[in-house]
């Protein structure tokens, strides 16, 4: 059978949920080891991470975001790689991370060999940056979603680092069509070496399987498109399409239930280089009618196509595991001209936005101001955004027109300039770990940069965006002058890309000869440096005559399977308790006597949404969408809130139940 596939856009035929089919597991003296962990942040009034619009607060759950954590190790060394369902992983978050590690495994997993990165989902919570251009919209730095940030990827590595045992990786790959589209065709067009993508998009599918003995265990997906297929208007905390390719491969095929323990397959999937990619096909936003199906027509899509690479994956991962980190100013690179469009020597600049980045993506859904007349405290805590702009700095970024010259900004800049640089090996596969968004043809020179270094084929290199830190776009300097929204925030000028080629081709030398690299400078550490806005619980309180766990609204006796359940409850803030690793509520069955626990938050066929009614008072609505198999029998469903005393304090958590009721075939 061949390793190479393409999926026209069509959902394939459903894959058998059997974990033990595939290519007898080799003997390459690997141990790997998977593990999940939830780092759902606040359920409500929390400002959402990536369309930048301090309106969209979070409200209720769709889906729990979770990091998937896997690790490696070939004897002599090993890597611990995090994909987290998070619009980006910030540097506060990167150094966070190591600390805690740090504390609990000494000098066994440190910046050199751990890979943290996000899927980009614009439908998580946001507010856990150090650096206030990522804040602006969130009205400053919000503790508790950094705390179930860290908390949740370490949780996640913990799991993976208990879970070690020996096993073995195959690498697949196919491509995939129909599930991204260039948003920015007019920049790409620019490119004279666009024809290696004459669709405009990457189609292409890298799978990694992991194995113990005869038993998968695992599986890392990488496919460029972007995790917008939720809206800006969208206010339920969602993983977005990658979110649910992950659901269904480990929930719906694997029997994965994420509250009982120890799963059985962790699947990730990853981002590569998809800073030009939507998922929008007709480029533009999803509407609250489409937006849902729309993920999951995407999340199945991506899902199709990993499950077909790993059956086909019958390469086997050997050669061991290497990395390479360093950290370098990218705001002051001096680039050769050999990696410059004219050959000449050029610099890289002071971090600025263009005017066209104000405006958002509007393909995936433009970012808004605060409503007409109304300001935002944090930017004037800040000072506000207008500081003046040297002219040598606007000649430095032309043709862009600086709109906030980020990089000089007081007391110390809004984004982070001395950045993570890291390429890591697993066996034959190496990826290279920008911490930004690439664009396709970006990360083609990028990883013909790479491979010519080390002297590898062009598709042994992977690019592994949004990691370790966020520091916007990459674009060629030919896009970078048409001055779409990605060039437009390309922080450091138009030679941005050219320095990363610069940099990584340094680090991939150093890995073939088995040098060596200096650190590099070290970036700042900014705790305690930002404020919140962001109004916190003051105290909760029923309506008049009601209790906290009154039910509200009750479902009907009876439904069908492919109706819809509903049930409100008198609740809390759900700020009082996120209940990580846990959940809002339960759907229950009537089994021999007694409930157990049947769906939950962090299932795609229910849906949790928060409401303030008046001053301090709240309701909870649970909504369960019935699946088609659904078995027959007696239901109910458990909430599970806290509520907060204003003289106190004290948060009492509670649990309330609703009225039985059948769900008939």
Request: proline letters at 6%; aromatic letters at 8%; charged letters at 20%.
């Amino acid at each position: 059978m061949s390793r190479r596939h393409v999926l026209a856009g069509a959902v394939a035929a459903p894959f058998a949920a059997g974990l033990t089919a595939g290519p007898a597991a080799a003997a390459s003296g690997l141990r790997v080891g998977v593990g999940l962990g939830d780092v759902t942040g606040p359920a409500a009034e929390n400002g959402m991470m990536g369309y930048s619009m301090p309106q969209q607060q979070t409200a209720g759950i769709h889906l729990r975001t979770r990091a998937r954590a896997y690790v490696v190790d070939d004897g002599t060394r090993r890597i611990a790689f995090v994909t987290a369902e998070l619009g980006a992983i910030f540097q506060s978050v990167h150094q966070g991370v190591l600390r805690e590690l740090a504390r609990k495994y000494g000098g066994l997993y440190t910046e050199q060999n751990v890979l943290l990165n996000a899927t980009h989902t614009h439908a998580a919570c946001g507010g856990d940056s150090h650096y206030a251009a990522y804040d602006l919209a969130i009205l400053g730095f919000q503790q508790q979603v950094y705390d179930a940030v860290v908390s949740g990827i370490v949780d996640a590595i913990d799991r993976a680092h208990a879970n070690l045992a020996p096993g073995s990786i195959t690498l697949g790959r196919t491509e995939l069509t129909g599930a991204s589209v260039n948003r920015s065709r007019v920049a790409f067009d620019r490119n004279p070496d666009k024809a290696h993508f004459p669709a405009a998009i990457d189609p292409a599918v890298t799978v990694l399987r992991f194995r113990q003995g005869a038993r998968d265990v695992g599986a890392i997906t990488w496919f460029a498109t972007h995790a917008t297929s939720m809206s800006n208007g969208n206010r339920l905390i969602s993983s977005d399409n990658k979110g649910y390719a992950a659901y269904a491969w480990e929930h719906d095929h694997a029997g994965v239930r994420y509250l009982d323990g120890a799963p059985g397959f962790v699947a990730a999937f990853a981002q590569t280089n998809s800073g030009d990619m939507s998922p929008n096909l007709n480029l533009q936003p999803g509407t609250p009618e489409t937006e849902v199906e729309n993920t999951r027509t995407i999340g199945d899509l991506q899902f199709q196509a990993g499950r077909q690479a790993f059956a086909a994956a019958d390469e086997v991962v050997a050669g061991g595991i290497d990395y390479r980190m360093c950290y370098v100013n990218l705001a002051d690179v001096a680039v050769d001209g050999r990696y410059t469009p004219s050959g000449r020597p050029q610099r890289t600049c002071t971090a600025a936005i263009g005017v066209s980045m104000l405006a958002g993506s509007t393909e995936d859904g433009p970012g808004l101001p605060l409503p007409e007349g109304v300001k935002n405290p944090f930017i004037e805590w800040l000072g506000g955004a207008d500081a003046p702009i040297p002219q040598a700095l606007a000649d430095a970024h032309a043709p862009k027109v600086i709109a906030v010259p980020f990089g000089a900004m007081k007391p110390y800049p809004w984004v982070p300039e001395v950045l993570p640089l890291q390429l890591v090996r697993i066996g034959q596969l190496y990826l290279v770990a920008v911490p930004a968004e690439v664009t396709i043809v970006a990360g083609l020179r990028l990883r013909r940069t790479v491979a010519a270094e080390l002297g590898v084929p062009v598709d042994q290199v992977l690019i592994q965006g949004y990691a370790n830190a966020y520091s916007q776009y990459v674009t060629t300097p030919e896009e970078y002058d048409s001055q779409q929204y990605e060039g437009a925030s390309t922080l450091f000028g138009r030679y941005t890309l050219p320095a990363y080629q610069q940099e990584f081709a340094k680090l991939a030398a150093a890995m073939k000869s088995g040098a060596g690299v200096p650190h590099g400078p070290t970036p700042r550490d900014l705790r305690g440096k930002l404020v919140n806005f962001q109004p916190g619980v003051v105290a909760d309180g029923p309506p008049l005559l009601k209790k906290f766990g009154d039910v509200l609204t009750a479902p009907k006796p009876a439904y069908q399977r492919g109706q819809q359940v509903t049930a409100g409850f008198v609740t809390g803030h759900p700020k009082n308790d996120l209940r990580r690793d846990g959940t809002f509520f339960e759907i229950q069955r009537a089994v021999d006597g007694g409930w157990v626990r049947y769906a939950d938050d962090g299932d795609w066929a229910t849906k949790f949404h928060w409401t303030r009614t008046f001053g301090a008072e709240s309701r909870a609505d649970i909504v369960w969408d019935v699946p088609a198999d659904t078995p027959p029998g007696k239901y109910r469903i458990v909430h599970h809130g806290a509520w907060k005393q204003l003289l106190t304090g004290k948060i009492t958590g509670f649990t309330c139940v609703s009225s039985p009721f059948l769900i008939t075939a």
